[in-house]
């Protein structure tokens, strides 16, 4: 079956630095677009950063320059590094794989999530 797992996540001081991962089973990551989300107590589930299969980033304004996708399609796995972390980053941080088809979405799938929390 298909699975998610994240990992990584933790407590974390303002200013530190975590990775995130999210290694995947039963599906071959280097033909989906991959994203990571987050969600703050209160607050609606967000894209934070994104990279396709074809290896194209992209990252909401509020985490540019802080933070990196990358992915190791040898290990199946795709990485969150996260730098200069803020309180405000403070959320369940979520893996997702997309594999889209013309004008279909043909499969959606997401991890279970990790907690990260940046505080002193």
């Known amino acids: 079956q298909v699975q998610l797992v994240e990992s990584g996540g933790g407590l974390v001081q303002p200013g530190g630095s975590l990775r995130l991962s999210c290694a995947a089973s039963?599906?071959?990551?280097?033909?989906?677009?991959m994203d990571w989300y987050r969600q703050a107590p209160g607050k609606q589930r967000e894209l934070v950063a994104a990279?396709?299969?074809?290896?194209?980033?992209n990252y909401a304004d509020s985490v540019k320059g802080r933070f990196t996708i990358s992915r190791d399609n040898t290990q199946n796995t795709v990485y969150l590094q996260m730098n200069s972390l803020k309180p405000e980053d403070t959320a369940v941080y979520y893996c997702?794989?997309?594999?889209?088809?013309?004008?279909?979405?043909?499969?959606?799938?997401w991890g279970q999530g990790t907690q990260v929390t940046v505080s002193s």
């Open positions: 997702n794989a997309k594999r889209l088809v013309g004008d279909w979405t043909l499969d959606d799938y």
């Open positions: 990279i396709t299969s074809g290896g194209r980033t």
């Open positions: 039963g599906i071959l990551l280097s033909i989906y677009d």
